[in-house]
């Protein structure tokens, strides 16, 4: 039996990411990663597989940074694991042992067994999978008639992707009443919600589906509570993920309620020598302190980091803290972003906050050909100013416009230290120096301060 130093199974974002580093850090190591399949995709990048890539290699992720390091990958399944024997076993038969192990098994979609007919024939998912995404791809091609369930992040962009080719009719059934509600404001959702309309999709909001329709076993359409159905040859169920973890639980490991393997602040799980990184490892919120059920490849890489840095022994006096939870998306030509404290999620928590909504371009003056508009909407403690959240939206810089405010809310920036902070301008890149949106948006929160001490 083969022995390795660190053993990492799966190889997402969250298990290249801790591989690389580790080995950099540890470059005397072995690291053995295992994973399912030859190929692997980049996430985020799987809704743009539908249009704008259009080719499913042109999103591939590739495992060749820890190779070229001197890390080993096998294709072969994780079957088995046996944490008191320090042992990993694969579907050929083959064990493995290990000195670290390190889960990072991602998530996988949930299945609505609630809904009947659930199970029929032509109903799909977005699995992060390139093999399984490959016949989706051939299936969408296929289809003049889609219905997706589920109106988040994913299910909007594939949506947007798909109507996006003129012979096909897309529908998007969404529960609440508006798309992108678990991550935005109800203004940020609603300017969402209404970008998706205006790309040619049917959008149903404050609606179920009630049963998934079939003959002879496969998809018709859906039976909506309001009575109305809709016909579809392929429906694309995209209501949620779950930690994979069903070998974890297996192998005797800690979950918390969300089916998440337990780990501590520097991702080493309840037993000893295991670790776990991303979607199927615990997430608190660095805000309220509570469990979280964030899943975001940026908030995977950054425990892979620490975990890298400090596998085998603490290099960096830094760990996850929790996740403050920055998401971003582009509809319809309109970039818009979150992070943090919002209206929804602070009352839902209690938190005690006050804001402010700046508007201008992203040039100076606005009259450039490529000018786009942009909005700042900050969120702040009520007690001391300090950041707490924050919203953008218009053109591209606002993905990393958000970037700066997550900065601040991890230091703990306040907006009387924000106004007086230095920035670089120029005429063809950023909003003017004299009313710069954070900036203005940070002034706008102190004034509301003052006023309240008055």
């Not at 994913?154 to 003129?166: F, R």
Request: overall charge neutral.
């Amino acid at each position: 039996m083969k022995t390795y130093d660190v053993i990492i199974i799966g190889a997402g974002p969250s298990g290249i990411v801790a591989g690389v580093t580790t080995k950099k850090q540890n470059p005397e190591k072995s690291i053995l990663m295992i994973k399912e399949e030859e190929k692997g995709l980049i996430p985020c990048g799987i809704p743009y597989i539908f249009h704008d890539l259009g080719n499913l290699d042109k999103n591939v992720m590739s495992t060749k940074p820890l190779i070229d390091l001197g890390g080993n990958v096998i294709v072969d399944p994780v079957v088995k694991v046996d944490v008191s024997g320090k042992i990993v076993t694969v579907k050929s038969g083959d064990s493995y042992e290990y000195d670290k192990l390190i889960f990072a098994t991602g998530s996988i979609p949930v299945i609505p067994t609630f809904i009947p007919g659930y199970d029929l024939k032509g109903v799909e998912y977005i699995r992060k999978s390139y093999n399984y995404i490959k016949e989706l791809k051939k299936k969408t091609d296929q289809s003049s008639h889609i219905v997706i369930v589920g109106g988040g992040f994913i299910g909007a962009e594939v949506a947007e992707q798909l109507a996006l080719q003129s012979d096909k009719t897309i529908t998007i059934i969404e529960s609440k009443p508006y798309c992108f509600n678990k991550a935005f404001s109800e203004e940020l959702s609603k300017i969402a919600t209404k970008k998706l309309k205006e790309t040619n999709i049917n959008v149903f909001t404050s609606t179920l589906v009630k049963e998934v329709l079939g003959e002879n076993g496969k998809v018709t359409g859906v039976l909506l509570n309001t009575g109305e159905i809709i016909k579809a040859e392929l429906i694309i169920m995209s209501i949620g993920y779950k930690p994979n973890t069903e070998i974890a639980r297996k192998a005797g490991l800690e979950l918390n309620s969300e089916g998440a393997i337990k780990v501590d602040n520097f991702e080493k799980a309840t037993v000893k020598d295991v670790c776990a990184i991303g979607d199927c490892s615990q997430t608190l919120g660095f805000i309220t302190g509570r469990l979280d059920h964030i899943m975001l490849a940026s908030t995977a890489a950054a425990e892979a980091r620490v975990l890298g840095y400090n596998l085998f022994g603490i290099k960096i006096r830094r760990c996850c803290t929790g996740t403050i939870g920055i998401f971003s998306t582009q509809i319809n030509g309109l970039s818009m972003a979150a992070v943090g404290v919002n209206e929804t999620n602070g009352r839902e928590y209690n938190i005690e906050f006050v804001y402010s909504e700046f508007s201008d371009f992203d040039t100076h003056p606005g009259n450039f050909k490529n000018t786009s508009s942009l909005t700042v909407k900050l969120y702040a403690s009520s007690s001391d100013g300090s950041i707490l959240g924050g919203e953008v939206w218009g053109g591209k810089s606002t993905g990393e416009i958000i970037n700066i405010i997550g900065m601040a809310i991890q230091k703990r920036v306040t907006v009387f230290e924000l106004v007086s902070y230095q920035i670089g301008t120029h005429p063809l890149l950023t909003p003017a120096p004299t009313k710069y949106v954070l900036i203005k948006a940070a002034e706008g929160i102190i004034t509301k301060l003052n006023t309240s001490l008055d």
